[in-house]
Each structure stands twice: as C-alpha cells, then as structure tokens.
C-alpha cells in the first residue's frame, strides 16, 4: 500500500505572502500524485495531478506543484496567497499505473490559514 | 460536469440505530468509494466498488456495510451505529481506465452525528 505524508498539520501566513505545503510519498513503483483542497463544509476539488511528463505541474487558483521522484516529494506552492486560500490541503498518491481502480491514499492534511 | 451527490448534508442518529448514507453519481463512472474523514487523520478508506454488485474492503470496514445494485448508486450502511462513526462521510467515483481514472469525484459530504 502506498503511504503520504503531509509535514505540516498547520500553515498559518500572511496575505500575499508565498506559501509552500510539503507532501512526500512511498512507493516503489510509478505512480500518479494529486493536491486536492476542501473549504469548510464541502467536498473534496482537485488542485492539480501529476501523471507523467514536466515535473512542474500548474493547477487552478494559482498553484503549482513540483514533482521530485529522488525526493519522493510533490510540494504544493504559490507565490502570492490570498484570504480565499484558507481551506485544508490533501496530497494524495494512486494506486499506480495500469491500475483501472484509481484508488487514492491521502495524508492526513494541511490546514493553510491566511491572515490578512 | 460531473456531479456526486450525497442525499444527506447532516444527520443526526441514535446510538444503534441502522443509518444509510447514500451517494449517485451521474457520469456512468465504474469505480465508487466511501471514506470517512476525521481530523488529524485525513481520509479513511471504507469500502469500494468496481462494479455492479462488486465490494471490496478498504482500511477501516468494520462496522460499515456497503450495497452497489445499480451502477449510479453507492450506500453505506451502518448497520448498528456508534458514537464512534460520528464523522465526516465522504462519497467519490472515478472512471475505470489506466489513465483516465486518474481525477476521483467527491460529492460534498455527509456530517454524520451519533448521539
């Protein structure tokens, strides 16, 4: 099974302020790596995914994230956050390539805060 | 677009009652999923299913049964509820293919109370 770990349960910034949400992952095998966000009382959207190809992925509302397979790493960045941004953050991994059922792991979270 | 929807924003249920969460799905999507989310732990695998009729365990089964009759609906069923499954409950469903499966779907959730 894979595993996600999200290194910051909290991130607390300022408006405007660049933000960085850190997510690392095990798995020996090819795998494909999301960033989904929720707000308060509501389901989960997707951000943005990694499948294959440039490691720097552009998602909506401004994000990116970066794809490291040495590091194991996929970390979530915006360089100018806004108060909309406040929500909790999940990274998740799939089950692999060539895998019809999709099945997502998810770290625990990260709730980013945004203060003005 | 696609749409998940879960038929319960919040319930409220007594300890021991038999509570049935539902979730339909409108994009003929094979794969559907039950999570439980609580926080500090993110989300739980209950159950899911790839098909019609077809279950298969997640990480935390016990206590949550599942019913697949028709492809568009998936619930979750607890068969004898506790306060300890006073929780978040989250629905998703995604394509069946080696790609394509890759986006899952949520529907918006259910606040599940136990009292």
């Known amino acids: 099974a894979q595993s996600v770990t999200q290194l910051d349960s909290q991130v607390p910034v300022f408006e405007e302020a660049p933000v960085e949400l850190r997510c690392n992952y095990s798995s020996s095998v090819s795998v494909y790596l999301f960033w989904y966000v929720q707000y308060p009382n509501q389901g989960l959207q997707l951000l943005l995914k990694?499948?294959?190809?440039?490691?720097l992925v552009k998602g909506i509302n401004g994000f990116e994230a970066e794809f490291n397979k040495s590091q194991t790493s996929f970390h979530l960045r915006k360089p100018s956050v806004h108060i909309s941004d406040t929500a909790e953050y999940f990274c998740?991994?799939?089950?692999?390539?060539?895998?019809?059922?999709?099945?997502?792991?998810f770290g625990r979270g990260t709730q980013l805060t945004v203060w003005p | 677009d696609v749409k998940v929807t879960q038929s319960s924003r919040y319930l409220v249920k007594r300890t021991g009652e038999k509570v049935f969460l539902e979730c339909v799905q409108d994009?003929?999507?094979?794969?559907m999923f039950w999570y439980r989310q609580d926080p500090g732990l993110g989300l739980r695998l209950i159950y899911f299913?790839?098909?019609?009729?077809?279950?298969e365990k997640g990480d935390i089964p016990e206590g949550y049964s599942v019913s697949r009759e028709k492809k568009e609906r998936f619930s979750l069923i607890l068969e004898s509820a506790s306060t300890n499954q006073t929780s978040m409950y989250l629905c998703?469903?995604?394509?069946?293919?080696?790609?394509?499966?890759?986006?899952?779907?949520f529907g918006q959730g259910t606040r599940l109370t136990v009292v």
């Open positions: 994009m003929d999507h094979e794969n």
């Open positions: 998703a469903s995604s394509l069946a293919h080696p790609v394509l499966n890759t986006e899952a779907f």
């Open positions: 990694y499948l294959s190809g440039s490691t």
């Open positions: 998740a991994v799939s089950d692999g390539r060539g895998s019809t059922l999709g099945r997502l792991y």
């Open positions: 299913s790839y098909d019609v009729k077809m279950k």
